[in-house]
């Protein structure tokens, strides 16, 4: 059986909001993390495991919990739903490590040509 959090640091963790943002978190030994944002946004951080869950901080913002099942590996995804039942997050492990300075480039480039400033 997978160790979850293993998996992750060889790994990358997706995210997506019900509300169609996304983020793509890379976390590391030593409980370092980084992370882009939907509109290229990226930023450091700190991850830990708490009673809580999996719970992450970046750029000085609040800690960010949610639920993180120990047995899961690449390929697999999961519904992450809010204290009324309604889905928030789909989490998904991705192959490999993502190339966060190149998806935000990526993102950055298609704002521009859509005019869009991702801000």
């Known amino acids: 059986m997978a160790d979850t959090i293993d998996v992750l ?22 409980g370092a ?3 882009v944002n939907s509109a290229g946004t990226q930023a450091s ?6 009673e809580r869950g ?9 800690s960010l919990c949610i639920p993180m099942p120990a047995d899961k590996d690449v390929g697999d995804s999961w519904e992450i739903t809010g204290p009324t039942g309604k889905l928030v997050w789909t989490a ?16 950055a480039g298609n704002t521009e040509k859509d005019g869009h400033s991702g801000q």
């Not at 640091?9 to 030593?30: C, F, W």
């Not at 999996?54 to 609040?62: I, K, L, P, Q, S």
């Not at 998904?92 to 993102?107: F, N, S």
């Open 45 to 50: 951080g700190f991850w830990s495991m708490e």
């Open 9 to 30: 640091k060889q790994n990358t963790l997706m995210l997506h909001e019900a509300r169609g943002r996304s983020y793509t978190l890379l976390v590391s030994d030593g």
């Open 92 to 107: 998904e492990i991705v192959a490999g490590r993502t190339d966060l300075a190149a998806a935000a480039a990526a993102v």
């Open 54 to 62: 999996f719970c992450w901080t970046a750029r000085g913002a609040a």
């Open 33 to 35: 993390m980084a992370q």
